[in-house]
T-cell receptor
Framework: NAGVTQTPKFRVLKTGQSMTLLCAQDMNHEYMYWYRQDPGMGLRLIHYSVGEGTTAKGEVPDGYNVSRLKKQNFLLGLESAAPSQTSVYFC??????????FGPGTRLTVL | SQQGEEDPQALSIQEGENATMNCSYKTSINNLQWYRQNSGRGLVHLILIRSNEREKHSGRLRVTLDTSKKSSSLLITASRAADTASYFCATDAIGNTPLVFGKGTRLSVIA
């Protein structure tokens, strides 16, 4: 099993550009999450999903959209990137109420 | 707002010593989880302790949970240089809400 994978690993955007981050898991997990991690801030939840076709807002959802069209994939979109969205993005999945499995992260820089 | 808060923020010890990290939280929980993050990598699950458990062991790891004080501790015995990482606690609150992560403890083990 590949576990949780994230695409791309690195990306540099200009302010105003859009992009989609892809998270894929092959463990048949119902729950999937998107976090961002900034220095000194720990992990902050952006959006999450409790099953195919569902999404919900987390702690810091503004400026992001998500979709869960297939159970194994969870997409995070930035419609108009801002420098404040420079961060490392982590995806995670799990079967409730067990532990979460994390992807390797996507390092995004917005100039 | 983050529920789990680790203490100390940073810890530096010599190889072979024990390392203790603490986590405090605010509301009732189903379980509490500890994760490790090596620099630039995704989080890796270490141990999960349920609300009706008081102590749990996994190899050189010992986790305690005191629900009356809303606190947990992670003890790493006989530390190694490879234990150098950030350690996060995460609380699974009652009500099927997403895990909430603390800001982490940065552990440095000096060989």
């Amino acid at each position: 099993n590949a576990g949780v994978t994230q695409t791309p690993k690195f990306r540099v955007l200009k302010t105003g550009q859009s992009m989609t981050l892809l998270c894929a898991q092959d463990m048949n997990h119902e729950y999937m999450y998107w976090y961002r991690q900034d220095p000194g801030m720990g992990l902050r939840l952006i959006h999450y999903s409790v099953g195919e076709g569902t999404t919900a807002k987390g702690e810091v959802p503004d400026g992001y959209n998500v979709s869960r069209l297939k159970k194994q994939n969870f997409l995070l979109g930035l419609e108009s990137a801002a420098p404040s969205q420079t961060s490392v993005y982590f995806c995670a999945s799990k079967i409730y109420p067990n532990e979460q499995f994390f992807g390797p992260g996507t390092r995004l820089t917005v100039l | 707002s983050q529920q789990g808060e680790e203490d100390p923020q940073a810890l530096s010890i010599q190889e072979g010593e024990n390392a203790t990290m603490n986590c405090s939280y605010k509301t009732s929980i189903n379980n509490l989880q500890w994760y490790r993050q090596n620099s630039g990598r995704g989080l890796v699950h270490l141990i999960l302790i349920r609300s009706n458990e008081r102590e749990k062991h996994s190899g050189r790891l010992r986790v305690t949970l005191d629900t009356s004080k809303k606190s947990s501790s992670l003890l790493i015995t006989a530390s190694r240089a490879a234990d150098t990482a950030s350690y996060f606690c995460a609380t699974d609150a009652i009500g099927n809400t997403p895990l909430v992560f603390g800001k982490g403890t940065r552990l440095s083990v000096i060989a």
